[in-house]
């Protein structure tokens, strides 16, 4: 097991080296200048470049880049002179990852009993009301239930802060339009793995053992029909990060995504490709984490790791 | 020989049984008029080609029918009680304690996220009051029993660990944990390659021998019949079309459905890669034919046969079939040769006995 988490580990330093390169390239491919502002004099400008080592050939700005970000060094920030990139990230990751973690816990975890409860009562009104439901979330875009959100809970009916990033209750509006998509793409896989799994074999021979419906699921169903659910863990989170973009200027919370967009617009691009890899990071740990999890859940899957 | 068993009350009593399920097609009749009785202690077979009907009689002595199933009449009595007028709390009380069930493929029946030893001790838990410590170690005792020696080591490991036949043992012993009075047994062998079979098969006798219980066996084999059942039941198209003693019906039989399963079946006499299936199909249970349904497939059908349902005629108290060749009068037909070999063993071998 060790050895299978140093060998993912290795290739997760692979993936960000990668990742590392093609940004930096892609980057400097990119026609926008960090200080196209034509208000700036030429000989302020030529200083800047210099300070930033912009005026050295690209073979070693690239060289300089990576050495520093081995040492954990992203630069410094274009648009906020003398803040490094990495203390940026530390100030705005908090309520990101807040919000994040919030969604994913009661995205799945609601999906999961949403799409149980539509596979037991199969072809019901009450599977039909959680598959018009997941319909819904799955098709409207989160920054539309962050909008209504917002405007009915907050400001119509003042349940909530309207805005900012003012302790827990400012996160719960923020995080059900974030829970939105991974709870309704959650009940749908969960919906049918669990229909499956209720007509399988082992589930006959478990009600033939006297068990009542509610056992049946509670120690056979939930579990098998689960497995599938955490290969779908991984793409949920990068559309998370991608959503928390939007969603996060909707509540105008000071997180990575606020950064990020505003990074874009003012050629940031240190930011932009430090917060490129912290995503990279993030996304290649949930997916070491996703696999391992795995191994727990499916005896089948450990085994066969453990011969790795 | 059962035969000769005194007459003992049955354990498990079915009568009239129809069963209908509910289908877009319109009313599916699988099984029209099913009645036999199932004694403590004996082994009865229900043979029968696919879609005959095996399953769901089984299956509605369980309480474990489709949601689309309809019972349309009928009784199945077990001690002094209607299972058809269970309650879910009633039958789950039953299932897995009184009445247990063995699957027919071993590979899909165990759940694959389980330890098996919890799988085993799991209707111990559900029956009985037993701690989880005193369960497993019962479990390890049957594990042995249906063949597992090294069941304590192996305790914790998950059904993928195990061979086809070591999961059917394990299937098997979490149908006996409870030394239920009756086993019912779906095709238990079919998946499984022939030696071990064999092997099931003898477990099984073992078991009954152990733990008294009635089996009621169900195949599409008559092959394996003769090493595990006292009496035979015979099903087409929804009903039982003859009943006997495993002798009567291997070698007496009377409805030319149970000669085509006979003639079907490999002998060591019989070269067995010269493989006869009787030819046609089963009818459409949607629309059942008014007579003898195996009369489109019959080569000895009369005209009464595709008009008129022929009546139970008995053969012998154990044995009846239902067929109009029993009718006082019916023509004598020319046996297939086959059959012919199996009449001329009955006769030397068995019907001065019978008379005895
Ligand atoms: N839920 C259901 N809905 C509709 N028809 C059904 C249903 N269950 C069984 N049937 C039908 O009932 C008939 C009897 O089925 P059954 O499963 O008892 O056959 P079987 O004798 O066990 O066959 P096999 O040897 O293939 O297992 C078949 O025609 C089948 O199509
Ligand atoms: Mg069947």
Same mark, same amino acid.
């Given at each position: ?35 196209? #502002? ?16 912009? +005026? ?7 060289? #300089? ?34 919000? &994040? ?45 962050? $909008? ?14 309207? $805005? ?14 974030? $829970?939105? $998509? ?14 499956? /799994? ?17 056992? /049946? ?12 659910? /955490? ?17 996060? #200027? ?10 990020? /967009?505003?990074?874009?617009?003012? #050629? ?5 490709? &430090? ?15 996703? +696999? ?17 | ?67 689309? @199933? ?87 490991? !998950? ?15 979490? @149908? ?77 039989? %009377?409805?030319? !459905? ?18 006869? @299936? ?16 195996? @009369? ?17 005629? %008995? ?11 029993? !009718? ?15 009449? %001329? ?12």
């Amino acid at each position: 097991m060790v050895k299978y988490v140093l060998k993912r580990i290795g290739y997760l330093l692979l993936t960000l080296f990668i990742v590392a390169s093609i940004t930096f390239f892609l980057m400097k491919l990119l026609p926008g200048t960090p200080f196209n #502002n034509p208000k700036i004099p030429a000989a302020q400008i030529a200083i800047l470049r210099k300070q930033y080592g912009l +005026d050295l050939p690209v073979w070693q700005q690239y060289l #300089n880049y990576m050495v520093g970000i081995a040492h954990g060094d992203f630069g410094e920030s274009y648009q906020f002179a003398g803040q490094t990139v990495s203390y940026l990230i530390s100030t705005r990751i908090g309520p990101s990852l807040q919000l &994040g973690v919030q969604a994913m816990i009661i995205g799945t975890l609601l999906g999961i009993l949403l799409g149980a409860i539509a596979a037991i009562r199969k072809n019901t009104w009450v599977d039909a009301t959680a598959t018009i439901f997941a319909i819904i979330g799955r098709s409207i875009p989160n920054f539309v239930f962050a $909008a209504l959100l917002q405007f009915w809970l907050a400001y119509k009916w003042r349940l909530f802060p309207i $805005a900012l990033w003012d302790g827990f209750s400012s996160s719960i509006l923020p995080t059900l339009a974030l $829970a939105m $998509a991974p709870l309704a793409n959650t009940a749908r896989f969960m919906r049918t793995e669990m229909v499956d /799994v209720l007509s399988s074999d082992y589930i006959e021979l478990a009600k033939s053992k006297g068990e009542s419906q509610w056992q /049946v699921v509670a120690k056979h169903a939930m579990r098998n029909s689960m497995i599938p659910i /955490v290969t779908i863990i991984g793409p949920m989170a990068v559309d998370l990060m991608l959503g928390s973009l939007v969603v996060e #200027n909707v509540f105008a919370i000071p997180g990575i995504g606020q950064q990020f /967009v505003q990074s874009i617009t003012t #050629n940031d691009y240190p930011v932009i490709m &430090g917060l490129t890899m912290l995503y990279s990071v993030m996304l290649t740990v949930v997916i070491l984490i996703v +696999d391992i999890l795995y191994g727990f859940i499916d005896p089948r899957i450990r085994l066969s790791g453990e011969g790795n | 020989m059962a035969t000769n068993k005194p007459a003992e009350e049955p354990i498990l009593s079915v009568k009239d049984l129809k069963i209908d399920f509910r289908t877009f097609a319109g009313p599916v009749h699988a099984i029209r008029d099913v009645s036999f009785d199932l004694k403590k202690g004996e082994t009865l077979a229900i043979v029968g080609e696919s879609g005959s009907g095996k399953s769901v009689t089984v299956r509605s002595i369980m309480g474990l029918l489709a949601n689309n @199933a309809h019972i349309a009449s009928g009784q199945i009595m077990f001690h002094d009680a209607d299972i058809l007028k269970k309650t879910k709390r009633q039958l789950n009380a039953m299932r897995g304690n009184d009445i247990a069930m063995i699957f027919q493929d071993p590979m899909t029946s165990l759940d694959p996220t389980m330890p098996i030893g919890k799988q085993v001790a799991e209707p111990l838990r559900l029956h009985t009051n037993i701690s989880e410590k005193k369960a497993l170690a019962e479990a390890v005792r049957v594990l042995k029993l249906v063949g597992i020696q090294d069941a304590q080591e192996r305790l914790k490991d !998950y059904p993928h660990q195990f061979s086809g036949g070591q999961r059917q043992r394990i299937v098997i012993a979490i @149908a006996i944990i409870n030394h239920p009075q009756i086993l019912l047994a779906d095709e238990p062998t079919t998946a499984l390659d022939v030696t071990i079979q064999a092997q099931i098969i003898h477990l099984l006798k073992e078991i009954q021998e152990k733990i008294d219980t009635s089996i009621i066996f169900i195949t599409h084999d008559l092959g394996v019949v003769a090493g595990i059942a006292d009496r035979v039941a015979v099903m087409y198209a929804g009903k039982i079309i003859e009943y006997g003693t495993v002798d009567e019906i291997f070698y007496n039989a %009377q409805h030319p !459905y149970t000669w085509g399963l006979l003639e079907a079946m490999p002998t060591l006499e019989t070269n067995s890669d010269r493989l006869y @299936a009787i030819p046609g199909t089963p009818p459409d249970l949607l629309d059942p034919p008014k007579g003898d349904a195996f @009369a489109p497939r019959n080569p000895f059908a009369m005209q009464i046969d595709l008009e008129q349902q022929p009546p139970f005629f %008995q053969v012998s108290p154990t044995h009846a079939a239902a067929t109009w060749l029993l !009718y006082p009068g019916a023509p004598k037909v020319e046996l297939p040769p086959e059959i012919k070999r199996r009449r %001329q063993i009955w006769e030397t071998q068995f019907a001065g006995k019978e008379a005895e």
